[in-house]
């Protein structure tokens, strides 16, 4: 539904529950990241609610994606940049480089185990 100047929400709806399905209610609302009028409606017209949980999750993603770009362009320079490597000790770059190698295995590993607990939530 649109909210514009031809239809806006004026008309209120009051329903009675207890306080345990208040609780509820606005537990549900918060876990679906939505207010409370707006959940009570999207149920009420038959949307699916979608959990908070999904934007979480692609907040994380992005998040550790991004980290495996700067790792990657990190390795690049240092791979493709002869000058630079050719006045450092070979021992030291090597363990930098290898260090570089294990973060991003480390981050890789993280994006499967949030996709893989993600799937087992579906």
Request: glycine fraction near 10%.
């Amino acid at each position: 539904m649109k909210d514009d100047k031809n239809n806006a929400r004026t008309i209120r709806l009051k329903v009675s529950c207890t306080l345990e399905e208040k609780a509820q209610i606005e537990a549900n609302a918060q876990a679906a990241g939505l207010s409370v009028s707006r959940y009570l409606r999207n149920v009420g017209v038959g949307y699916k609610i979608q959990g908070v949980i999904d934007a979480e999750l692609v907040g994380t993603l992005a998040k550790i994606n991004g980290d495996q770009g700067r790792l990657g362009g990190l390795l690049k320079l240092w791979l493709t940049n002869s000058e630079k490597l050719g006045i450092q000790d070979p021992d030291h770059m090597r363990r930098l480089i290898h260090g570089v190698l294990d973060r991003i295995v480390t981050m890789q590993n993280a994006l499967l185990n949030l996709v893989t607990e993600a799937r087992s939530k579906v």
